[in-house]
T-cell receptor
Framework: NAGVTQTPKFQVLKTGQSMTLQCAQDMNHEYMSWYRQDPGMGLRLIHYSVGAGITDQGEVPNGYNVSRSTTEDFPLRLLSAAPSQTSVYFC???????????????FGQGTRLTVV | QQPVQSPQAVILREGEDAVINCSSSKALYSVHWYRQKHGEAPIFLMI?????EQKGHDKISASFNEKKQQSSLYLTASQLSYSGTYFCGTEMTTDSWGKLQFGAGTQVVVTP
């Protein structure tokens, strides 16, 4: 099992450019989330999904879009990159409906994004 | 509402103990604990549910005071490998499964 795979690991964008951060998991988890991590602020939830076709906003959704067409994939799209979106992005998956054993969130290795 | 962690940082010598606290102003359904080493993804340590269920790694212990909406993570007989930043994540209800709200983190440094 690969777990949660994020690509790319590093990315530099110019202000105004768009891009998609990829996230895939092979654990058949229904729940997937995107977080951003900024120094001193912990992880903040951007968007999450409880299954294919179902997404909802988290704490900091502005400037980001998501879709969930399959159980495995949950891409995050930056529509028009801004310097304030410079951050480390983590994707996570879990499935608490499968019982306590699956409530832990498995995180990808992160994407370090710089917007100049 | 983000949970509040304390302390912000702690320095330990190998073998010493420490406690990290996580408090919420709202009623909680669950508290998760994760450790993150520099440049790496957070790794699951423990989950504690309202009602007493918990699951975690053998060498980690934690408690959840439902009356105070506070959880504590106990680092006992610390080892060098315990160094990292510890985060608590909370869920308010089963409707918010997967929507973890994380604290700002507690940086732990264990020295020889």
């Amino acid at each position: 099992n690969a777990g949660v795979t994020q690509t790319p690991k590093f990315q530099v964008l110019k202000t105004g450019q768009s891009m998609t951060l990829q996230c895939a998991q092979d654990m058949n988890h229904e729940y997937m989330s995107w977080y951003r991590q900024d120094p001193g602020m912990g992880l903040r939830l951007i968007h999450y999904s409880v299954g294919a076709g179902i997404t909802d906003q988290g704490e900091v959704p502005n400037g980001y879009n998501v879709s969930r067409s399959t159980t495995e994939d949950f891409p995050l799209r930056l529509l028009s990159a801004a310097p304030s979106q410079t951050s480390v992005y983590f994707c996570a998956s879990s499935d608490p409906r499968q019982g306590l054993a699956n409530t832990e969130a498995f995180f990808g290795q992160g994407t370090r994004l710089t917007v100049v | 509402q983000q949970p509040v962690q304390s302390p912000q940082a702690v320095i330990l010598r190998e073998g010493e103990d420490a406690v990290i606290n996580c408090s919420s102003s709202k009623a909680l359904y669950s508290v998760h604990w994760y450790r993150q080493k520099h440049g790496e993804a957070p790794i699951f340590l423990m989950i504690l549910l309202k009602g007493g269920e918990q699951k975690g790694h053998d060498k980690i212990s934690a408690s959840f005071n439902e009356k105070k909406q506070q959880s504590s993570l106990y680092l006992t007989a610390s080892q060098l490998s315990y160094s990292g930043t510890y985060f608590c994540g909370t869920e308010m209800t089963t409707d918010s499964w997967g929507k973890l709200q994380f604290g700002a983190g507690t940086q732990v440094v264990v020295t020889p």
